[in-house]
């Protein structure tokens, strides 16, 4: 049996790790990005071609999609729509951009824990 002092040090280890992200809540700005890149009705829907995780990579499913998109800044999402034909149809305006890049940022951050 554990002493006092070892049972209370494991249990703060074990309370204090680093979550992972899922079931945390988002905001607003994170929370509408997310809302862009998973939008199956919406005229982006990132998810399509980029995986839930922006990694284009997903057990059993091929995607178009050549790399992660993980952590793109809203400037790097501008270019590979511009430079992209398959996405040249998709209008994101600058505050759609900003949502969708605080969105990828978190997706990297949770996929960095």
């Not at 809302?35 to 990132?46: K, L, M, Q």
């Not at 270019?79 to 997706?107: C, D, F, G, R």
Request: with cysteine; hydrophobic share 45%.
């Amino acid at each position: 049996m554990l002493n006092c002092p070892m049972r209370i040090t494991i249990f703060a280890m074990v309370f204090t790790l680093p979550s992972n992200g899922i079931g945390q809540e988002l905001d607003p700005q994170t929370a509408a990005g997310k809302a862009i890149y998973e939008a199956e009705t919406h005229r982006v829907g990132c998810r399509r071609c980029h995986a839930a995780d922006g990694t284009a990579v997903e057990e059993g499913k091929s995607f178009m999609a050549e790399r992660s998109i993980q952590g793109k800044s809203a400037e790097e999402i501008r270019v590979a729509i511009m430079a992209s034909p398959m996405m040249w149809t998709i209008k994101l305006n600058e505050e759609e951009l900003l949502q969708l890049a605080a969105y990828l940022k978190h997706l990297e951050a949770v996929a960095n824990q």
